[in-house]
């Protein structure tokens, strides 16, 4: 699979990473450092499309950061890589190493793109909308590939696993450069980061790919929702309660009126 580390791909490492996976927090994951090879992971990094190049801007009470997918406006590796993680081959190597049967991703923005973002960047703990309203797709996995080649731990940024209850942060992800993180996404899965500190000059990177599979047996549509911390502050978690409480309601309210959702687009929150 071009631009994939090989060491990942090979019949002994697919059985490893599938114990891995098996075995891991109540949020399955994996966490894989070097994922593409090392001239692909480099040259993203180098051709890294400016923050504020990027299309949709994200800033609210539990969120601050940039995304896009328009893969036509960046360096051709980045297309390369898209076209790699969207093939059937590598949706295949999805499904074994998750145990996961019939994953496939999407051609949209739902599909594949980067995130960024700058000083203050921050995304919540949430939990995703485990659907595509596009295609009719349960999403199942996450794959994050981290891009920040010169990040220091002092900056902050960590993926953060929780557990259900929202009582212990699990697993704490170092945003490394070529550091892949592959996660289970349903409830038992909020994530998210803390606000970030850095330089003028640096700024948080990731690609992404979401993996679905057809609605069938043990599908319940749940919306995004952010949640809180356990040490967030009373006016703070009263503020994220009743604006994710004002938010899914509104969504009902156009789902009963044959209206879809205006924005399904709060799916991408890494």
Sequence with gaps: MKHINEKYTTEEARKELKTQFDNGHPCRHLVLDD???PEAADTMFANFPPLDSLNVKRKSLNENKSEDYHFERWHPV??????????????KYMSEIT???GLKTTPDSLGSGVHQGGQGSYVDVHIDVNYNPETNLWRRINLLVYLNKEWKEEYGGHLELWDKEMENCEQRVAPWHNRAVIFYTDENSPHGYSKIDIPEHESRKSFYTYFY????????YSDSRFVSRPDDNFLRKA???MK????????RILKALGVKSLDFQDKNKY
């Design 35 to 37: 994922f593409f090879s």
């Design 78 to 91: 980045f297309g390369e890589v898209r076209d790699t993680v969207q093939s059937e081959e590598f949706a």
């Design 99 to 101: 145990g996961i049967e």
């Design 213 to 220: 599979t057809e609605v069938g047996e043990g599908f319940r």
């Design 239 to 241: 503020a994220t309660g």
């Design 244 to 251: 994710e409480s004002v938010k899914i309601n509104a969504k």
